[in-house]
């Protein structure tokens, strides 16, 4: 679905902690107001430490928990202002509307977990991170628009 539309596609290896911090840490550098990051994956896959990766990046201190109950947090951060989703609990896409993706990514940008749940609430022009545990191989597959691919030059990634 996305891959025809977007120009931006790859998959990386997590093997350690290290490596989905520094995922996270490449994500932050890049992200603007507007930007959606979709973050899609099974329980435990390590959607909240990716979130957690890009939030310390940003210059978050304070505590980052999972929104799995509250379904959103906010988070002040230098450059921009973040919301942290997690749509596993919402019954409906509409849900989406009462939580203020719109004002969030009016003002900064938004980071969601399970976004299958908003179904077509999805900025088209998301940022898509699956991430997937199969026995103890980690991995991320991203794909997004093109602008994306400047940042992650550098990352070593699987083929
Ligand atoms: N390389 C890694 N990347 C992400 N999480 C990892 C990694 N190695 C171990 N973990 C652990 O896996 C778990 C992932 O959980 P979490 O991020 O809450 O998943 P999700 O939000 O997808 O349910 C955490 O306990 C985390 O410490
Ligand atoms: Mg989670």
């Known amino acids: 679905m996305h891959k025809d539309s977007q ?9 350690e902690l290290e490596a989905t911090n520094a995922l996270g840490a490449r994500i932050a550098a890049s992200l603007q107001v507007g930007d959606t990051i979709a973050l899609a994956g099974e329980l435990g896959a390590g959607k909240t430490t990716l979130a957690r990766a890009i939030l310390r990046a940003l210059g978050v201190t ?3 928990p999972s929104p799995t109950f509250t379904l959103v947090q906010t988070y002040e951060t230098p450059r921009l202002a973040v919301r942290h989703y997690d749509l596993y609990r919402i019954e409906n896409p509409t849900d989406i509307d009462e939580l203020g993706l719109d004002e969030a990514l009016d003002e900064g940008a938004a980071l969601i977990e399970w976004p299958e749940r908003a179904g077509s609430r999805v900025p088209s022009d998301a940022l898509h991170v699956v991430l997937s545990l199969t026995n103890d191989d980690r991995r991320a597959h ?6 994306w691919a400047n940042a992650f030059g ?3 990634h699987v083929r």
């Open 154 to 156: 550098e990352v070593s």
């Open 7 to 15: 120009g931006f596609e790859r998959t990386f290896a997590l093997g």
């Open 142 to 147: 991203i794909a997004g628009p093109s602008r």
């Open 62 to 64: 304070e505590n980052v």
